[in-house]
Each structure stands twice: as structure tokens, then as C-alpha cells.
């Protein structure tokens, strides 16, 4: 199984400014995931990280908000831009290899937009 | 496309009692079936997953789950509840054949009395 390290693990900002959430995976991965959870909600996926290349994003999630890094296959990044308080929800990264792989989540990040 | 549906939100059982939560999925073909944990405050935890071969998956902490493909069904038991289980509970819904586009139910809430 994979570990998986999220930093910060919560955070508290001022509306218009952006957060960098990181996401360390202790092995090499094929696939590496971002998702949203909203407040009493269950997660939606917002995009793929993928590796040397731009993320694909789902459907109602844009890069401009939601601009996402993965320089190698142990780390990514999800910025959260020009918050508003709806952006306040758990991010997690989750990451998994193999065609038939389970997701290995992190502990998420508390993001609370004031 | 493919959905998960968990019909019961909130579920109190006593300690020591024996617990089921229900889950059906909507997909096409053969689905990739998982069971999260997520205690409060945490991420997710895999509990079990199916993709093939024995429809009765065992899992970890004693739980288990049966894949019915006639009833469109992956339900999560366990035959002795302890105080530790309380959590919420996701099913998930994946293509076989890779990790694509996981789909979360939104969650069964499980408390535990003495």
C-alpha cells in the first residue's frame, strides 16, 4: 500500500487569496487524484494529476480555480485560487498503480475561506 | 455513466450487535466495487474492494461484503459492532480495467451506543 502525506492538514483564509495543498505519496505511482469533499457531502472528483502534463479536469472544475502540478510520480499539487467561502471543504489526494488498484487517500486538508 | 446509491444516511446500532449497510451501483459492465472508511476528522480508509472472482470479499477490521450482481449490490456487514466503528461508511463504483472516474455513494453514518 501506498502513504500518503498532505500538507497542511488545515488551514483558515481570507477570501480572494490562493492555498498550494501538496501531496506526497511514499512510492512511485501511475495515478495521482484530487478530490473535493464538501461539508456533510461525499467527494467529488475534480481532476487527474497527470505527469508531465496538464490535469484533466471533470466536469464543472477548471484549471483558472483549480490549477494542479505533478512534476514527478511521488507529488502533486492543487492550488485553490481567489477563494470564496464555498471554497471551504476537505481536499484529499488520493493516489493509486496498477490496473486493478484500490485509491490510497491522505488525510485531506480542512480548508475554512473567511 | 456509473452511480452509487447508499439509501440509509444516519444507522445506530448497538456494540456488539450485527451490522449491515446497504449499497447499489449503476454500471454497465462488470464494476470495480470498493468500501471506505472515514473516521471523523479523517481520510479515507479502504476497507475492501471486488473486481472478480469470489462475490464474498473480506476485508479488514472484521468486515466483509457480498457482490450481487442480480440485485445490483455490494453491502458491507459485520456480525459483532465494536465503539471504534463509528464512522462513515462510502461505497464506490470503478471501470474495470483501470482506475477511472471512481464514483462515491454519499456515505452511511454509522453511530454506536453502549
Known amino acids: 500500500s501506498a502513504v500518503i502525506s498532505q500538507k497542511p492538514s488545515r488551514d483558515i483564509c481570507q477570501r480572494g487569496t490562493s492555498l498550494t495543498i501538496q501531496c506526497q505519496v511514499d512510492?512511485?505511482?501511475?495515478?495521482m487524484f484530487w478530490y473535493r469533499q464538501q461539508p456533510g457531502q461525499s467527494l467529488t472528483l475534480i481532476a487527474t494529476?497527470?505527469?508531465?502534463?496538464?490535469?484533466?479536469?471533470e466536469s464543472g472544475f477548471v484549471i483558472d480555480k483549480f490549477p494542479i502540478s505533478r512534476p514527478n510520480l511521488t507529488f502533486s499539487t492543487l492550488t485553490v485560487s481567489n477563494m470564496s467561502p464555498e471554497d471551504s471543504s476537505i481536499y484529499l489526494c488520493?493516489?493509486?498503480?496498477?490496473?486493478?488498484?484500490?485509491?490510497?487517500f491522505g488525510q485531506g486538508t480542512r480548508l475554512t475561506v473567511v | 455513466a456509473q452511480s452509487v446509491t447508499q439509501p440509509d444516511i444516519h444507522i445506530t446500532v448497538s456494540e456488539g450487535a450485527s451490522l449491515e449497510l446497504r449499497c447499489n451501483y449503476s454500471?454497465?459492465?462488470?464494476?470495480?466495487l470498493f468500501w471506505y472508511v472515514q473516521s471523523p476528522g479523517q481520510g479515507l480508509q479502504l476497507l475492501l474492494k471486488y473486481f472478480s472472482g469470489d462475490t464474498l470479499v473480506q476485508g479488514i477490521k472484521g468486515f466483509e461484503a457480498e457482490f450481487k450482481r442480480s440485485q445490483s449490490s455490494f453491502n458491507l456487514r459485520k456480525p459483532s459492532v465494536h465503539w471504534s466503528d463509528a464512522a462513515e461508511y462510502f461505497c464506490?463504483?470503478?471501470?474495470?480495467?483501470?482506475?477511472?472516474?471512481?464514483?462515491f455513494g454519499t456515505g452511511t453514518k454509522l453511530q454506536v451506543i453502549p
Open positions: 454500471y454497465g459492465a462488470t464494476p470495480y
Open positions: 488520493s493516489a493509486g498503480t496498477g490496473e486493478r488498484l484500490e485509491a490510497f
Open positions: 494529476a497527470n505527469q508531465g502534463s496538464e490535469a484533466t479536469y
Open positions: 464506490a463504483v470503478g471501470a474495470l480495467g483501470g482506475y477511472q472516474k471512481v464514483t
Open positions: 512510492s512511485q505511482v501511475t495515478m
